[in-house]
């Protein structure tokens, strides 16, 4: 679903489509979404069950970042 893009108008898929963006255009942000990642991973393994939102996001940061090119027809075309 989240490629899918069922929630269109969320802030969560804007803040995703946002992050898309200045990936595309500023390739040194890949850097920073690394450290995030590792950041975001170490607290949801320092307790899962409290810090189940880390999880959500670092999920949804790798989504946003693994996609090249998307389009609402054919999906994710360029990863």
Same mark, same amino acid.
């Given at each position: 679903? *989240?490629? /899918? @893009?069922? *929630?269109? @108008?969320?802030?969560? &898929?804007?803040?995703?489509?946002?992050?898309?963006? %200045?990936?595309?255009? =500023?390739?040194e942000v890949a850097g920073l979404l690394l450290g995030l990642s590792e950041q975001l991973n170490n607290e949801y393994m320092a307790n899962k069950n /409290? +810090?189940? &939102?880390?999880?959500?996001?670092?999920? +949804?940061? %790798?989504?946003?970042?693994?996609?090249? +090119? =998307?389009? =609402?027809?054919?999906?994710?075309? *360029? %990863?």
């Open positions: 679903m *989240d490629l /899918e @893009e069922s *929630d269109l @108008e969320t802030r969560r &898929r804007l803040c995703m489509k946002f992050v898309h963006a %200045l990936s595309r255009k =500023y390739p /409290e +810090n189940w &939102r880390q999880k959500t996001t670092l999920v +949804n940061l %790798l989504i946003t970042a693994s996609m090249g +090119n =998307y389009t =609402y027809r054919h999906g994710a075309t *360029d %990863l």
